[in-house]
């Protein structure tokens, strides 16, 4: 094994290393992205050109009221990470079939990657950020850290959004309807029996 | 997926015109949950989206004792799903609309969208330029076609994905049409087309036509209904095989009247006129039920991967019906 990685000139060693100036790397971008929210929107826009066919939508996102200047061939999920940087949203399948980019419309769980942004013109959504408190974490999601309701953690912001559309519509769900209510979420890792008991547990948690 | 322009047509009216002046540069667009897929993989390469969910009107479900539902095409599956007298007096359409997709599919699926989606044959939704496509060959025939029809097919072998359709059919729904001479009204059963009809759309529906509404008649006293919904996934996926009933029943000894519709098996929802014949006065017993399955779709084709879809559907159908007894 150790031969064959030297072979391709990637050690474990290296892939720590790399992944550290990984994370570095991101911290930089993180820091561009809090300069360019200094900057006012329209000076934004004009470094933007649009096509004939874009169109305006206003949209609140997370208690926030945005307006943006969009293509129609922008979906949902694209506007939220490439837009606003709320990268917490993630498009996996990006054909509506795994769940990894459920965010809430009017309090009801939708596949951001499987509707245009131009339909989500003056509707309410809410994302994973929108669960915060500042630093503290939402109960669903300190559920989720305490009955381990994850491996890889890629699906859990898409999973905690259907866990959280459900609970709104249902406080108290026994095991089969969150079943039900969570179909729409893949778990690759197969975390499924810690994702119910994650819901079980933020379900009573909420409820006191 | 290529830019197009987005247009949001507040009338039925104006979004038929629409269609008619743009022809086939044009899609109708509802929910969109089907025809965005096929637009990221550019089987649709429409310029002009016409929107229809600005049209005011169309998006929810009126009762009436007399006269039955009444279901705007822009309802969403899951306003269908929670509605209290679907569910006690329309069983089978409840269990349908429950079964489709997802939570979050079916939050923006419409019922105009479901009725009207394109096939999910795997050639058809991938590179390949079948007859579906305006190609010559349909891939299917000689290639994999393990969730293809059994019966209905040629030259083009799809299965229609709907569940509502089968679930309408079974219910003898009527459908509501627009267009710019006026409204008419048909039975669900005249919807939709064969491929030896018409093989590059599913539907009877002309350049201008926007389903607007289904009727549902009320149900009688003794009617019983269920959909039962074969998939390979527990979680949610299409039909291999469905099966919609609905039975007048007297006593649960026998049946007054029946009528079963099929999915999963053909290139639209699919009945059987003789077999919903033998239904009535069908004794409630299993040997009787078994002994009127042996016909039941006796002029299939199964193609090398599929037979096991004419097993499925008897033993489904069996199960179902011994179920309302």
């Known amino acids: 094994m ?24 991101s911290y930089i971008i993180l820091s561009d992205i809090n300069e360019a929210k200094s900057t006012s929107s329209s000076e934004k826009e004009t470094l933007k050109t649009f096509s004939s066919y874009a169109q305006n939508i206003s949209i609140t996102v997370n208690g926030q009221d945005y307006s943006f200047m969009v293509e129609p061939n922008t979906t949902l999920a694209e506007l939220l990470r490439d837009e606003l940087k709320l990268t917490g949203t993630k498009v996996v399948c990006n054909h509506g079939e795994c769940g990894g980019c459920t965010v809430l419309m009017n309090t009801k769980a939708v ?33 989720f ?64 | ?16 015109n629409l269609m008619i002046s743009f022809g086939e540069s044009a899609l109708l667009y509802a929910g969109g949950t089907d025809a965005l897929s096929l637009l990221k993989n550019d089987i649709y390469t429409h310029s002009k989206i016409i929107n229809l969910k600005k049209i005011g009107g169309l ?70 330029d079948c007859i579906r496509k305006g190609g010559g060959e349909c891939y299917a025939y000689e290639g994999r076609n393990k969730f293809h029809c059994v019966v209905g097919g040629g030259p083009c072998y799809i299965v229609h994905p709907s569940d509502m359709a089968v679930a309408l059919l079974a219910l003898d729904a009527k459908v509501i049409i627009f267009s710019e001479v006026g409204e008419r009204t048909i039975p669900i059963n005249e919807l939709y087309v064969l491929p030896s009809e018409n093989s ?25 209904s269920s959909y039962i919904k074969f998939k390979e996934r527990g979680a949610w996926d299409f039909a291999s095989v469905s099966v919609g009933l609905v039975l007048e029943i007297v006593a649960a000894k026998s049946i007054i009247e029946g009528k079963a519709a099929f999915g999963g098996v053909a290139p639209r929802p699919w009945t059987d006129d003789k077999f919903n014949k033998k239904l009535s006065g ?44």
């Open chain 2, 282 to 325: 069908l004794a409630l017993n299993e040997t009787s039920v078994s002994e009127a399955l042996n016909s039941l779709l006796n002029d299939s084709e199964t193609l090398s991967e599929n037979a096991y879809k004419l097993p499925l559907v008897k033993n489904l159908t069996k199960r179902s019906i011994l179920n309302l007894a």
């Open chain 2, 59 to 128: 998006n929810s479900i009126t009762h009436n004792k007399t006269s039955g539902i009444r279901i705007g095409s822009l309802t969403t599956i899951s306003e269908i799903a929670k509605d209290e007298t679907i569910k006690s007096e329309y069983k089978i359409l409840h269990e349908a609309a429950n079964e489709i997709a997802s939570p979050q599919l079916r939050n923006i699926g419409t019922l105009g969208g479901n009725l009207c989606q394109s096939p999910r044959c795997w050639y058809y939704r991938e590179d390949f």
């Open chain 2, 200 to 224: 590059s759309q599913e539907t009877i529906l002309k350049p201008g036509e926007i389903i607007k509404e289904i009727l549902v008649a009320p149900p009688g006293q003794n009617t019983r």
């Open chain 1, 2 to 25: 150790e031969d064959k990685n030297k072979k391709k000139g990637l050690s474990r060693r290296d892939f720590l290393k790399r992944t550290g100036t990984g994370v570095a790397g």
């Open chain 1, 145 to 208: 850290v305490e009955q381990d309701g994850m491996q890889c953690g890629f699906c859990t912001p898409g999973q905690i959004m259907s866990a959280y559309a459900l609970l709104l519509n249902n406080p108290q769900p026994n095991k089969q309807e969150i079943l039900k209510g969570m179909s729409g979420n893949i778990c690759r890792c197969s975390a499924y029996p810690n994702i119910v008991k994650s819901v079980e547990e933020a379900a009573r948690k909420m409820n006191k």
């Open chain 1, 111 to 143: 596949y951001s990657c499987q509707m245009l942004a131009m339909d989500a013109d003056g509707k309410d959504i809410i994302t994973i950020e929108g669960l915060l408190k500042g630093e503290e974490l939402h109960p669903l999601q300190e559920a």
């Open chain 2, 1 to 16: 997926m290529k830019n197009f322009q987005y247009i949001n047509p507040t009338s039925i009216k104006e979004a038929s």
